[in-house]
């Protein structure tokens, strides 16, 4: 057996005899041509904001996150705020650009959906996974019909120029990049100008500043999962995708039925630890929005694709697992946060004795991404609860009626 087929199945989804036959195909033929042992960890995710909104969502995300302010690279027309926890975690890429009359790729998955265009530059880019042979990747991936942006229309995007970076996915519109780096360099990005700007390190002291005055600043972790959504028709191919693209396997599936929708993690080959390199998970409606008037059933997952896009939905952070002040760590941390004005969708569902509690904060108004906690008790060995997930599903679906809502009397 391959190395990528070794792991444990987990879930109770029904998968097709198509996904079936080719997550075994693919992995091994994946394994075979040594593309598993030259992909390793995602270095680093990047996402987008409108013009005018990266310093308030560094501050936010210094806040809400354990991640500091590194440096900016300026090119002609975006700034790209670095924000780092430690070497061996992944780099956030926060990318602003200048002109708002600016158009491009970006800006054209966004436009085409009704709430994804009312903040036409914010969205999620994808991941930058380390590779050991930069050309050696890309050329096998090549092979296997994967195209990639040529070296010019990286410089004309202003996108690092040391990274080989994949076209948009048609399932997930995410791009996947690939850097070359050995395990003990620092990670380097080639693009601009690099300054420390004193107004980004102003919201970024503060936010740190805040963070050690309510006493979690030692609690937040490194992101633990990211979770994209996509339609429904979509699920299978996508996960298919991501796997032939990274070094990550298929952990398994499931069937959150009350929600209408399947929850669907892979996790890296080399990495046990998801703070190492962040479990992908992929979330998709079980029938598709034509069928609800038939069927009545809950359709969040397919709503938030239909009005924003397939995107990254939300970004998840692991909390020490302990207790501060007599209340569970998580606990503490969200209770910390509401006092400084940020909102969530729920209360922290889920319990010790369940194994894990859980949170979905407000999406963010830059760059419409929902941050999530989550705290795994002691031995805990599974991922989710489908409880929780059913619970954390329905909020962010509520929040999403009352914004599509809000769309549609704006344009009447």
């Not at 998709?284 to 997952?301: D, I, R």
């Amino acid at each position: 057996m391959s190395q990528s087929l070794n792991f444990q199945r987990n879930g109770d989804k029904e998968n097709s005899v198509f996904f079936q036959e080719y997550l075994v195909k693919l992995l091994e033929q994946r394994d075979q041509v040594g593309l598993t042992d030259m992909i390793y960890e995602i270095d680093a995710i990047m996402m987008t904001v409108d013009p005018g909104h990266s310093i308030e969502y560094i501050a936010e995300l210094c806040l809400m996150t354990p991640y500091h302010y590194l440096v900016t690279l300026e090119s002609e027309s975006h700034w790209t705020h670095i924000l780092r926890i430690a070497p061996e975690y992944p780099d956030i890429l926060v990318r602003e650009v200048k002109d708002p009359k600016t158009h491009g790729i970006f800006r054209s998955l966004n436009d085409v959906y009704p709430i994804g265009a009312r903040k036409p530059y914010s969205r999620y880019m994808g991941e930058i996974l380390r590779v050991s042979d930069l050309h050696g990747v890309t050329e096998i991936q090549k092979t296997r019909e994967f195209r990639f942006f040529s070296q010019d229309e990286i410089r004309k995007m202003e996108l690092p120029g040391n990274l080989a970076i994949s076209k948009p996915s048609p399932y997930t519109h995410n791009i996947v990049a690939y850097m070359e780096r050995p395990s003990d360099q620092c990670r380097v990005y080639a693009l601009g100008v690099s300054s420390i700007r004193g107004d980004v390190q102003e919201v970024y002291l503060a936010a740190k500043e805040m963070q050690k005055k309510r006493q979690f600043d030692e609690l937040l972790m490194p992101v633990d999962h990211l979770a994209t959504r996509v339609y429904s028709q979509n699920r299978e191919v996508a996960i298919l995708e991501w796997l032939s693209l990274s070094s990550y396997y298929y952990w398994g599936s499931y069937d959150i039925k009350d929600q209408n929708s399947s929850t669907n993690v892979t996790k890296s080959v080399h990495f046990d630890d998801e703070i190492r390199s962040p479990a992908k998970v992929f979330t998709a409606n079980n029938t598709p929005y034509f069928v609800n008037h038939l069927e009545q059933l809950p359709s969040p997952t397919e709503t938030f694709v239909r009005n924003y896009g397939p995107r990254l939905h939300h970004l998840a952070l692991a909390v020490q697992d302990g207790y501060t002040n007599g209340v569970e760590n998580i606990d503490y941390v969200v209770d910390q946060i509401r006092q400084e004005g940020q909102d969530f969708l729920l209360d922290v569902i889920g319990s010790k004795e369940e194994g894990l509690k859980q949170i979905f904060s407000n999406a963010s108004e830059h760059s419409s991404l929902i941050i999530e906690y989550v705290q795994r008790f002691g031995e805990f060995k599974g991922f989710f609860t489908k409880e929780n997930v059913a619970g954390l599903t329905h909020a962010a679906g509520v929040a999403d009626e009352l914004l599509e809502l809000q769309a549609e009397t704006n344009q009447g």
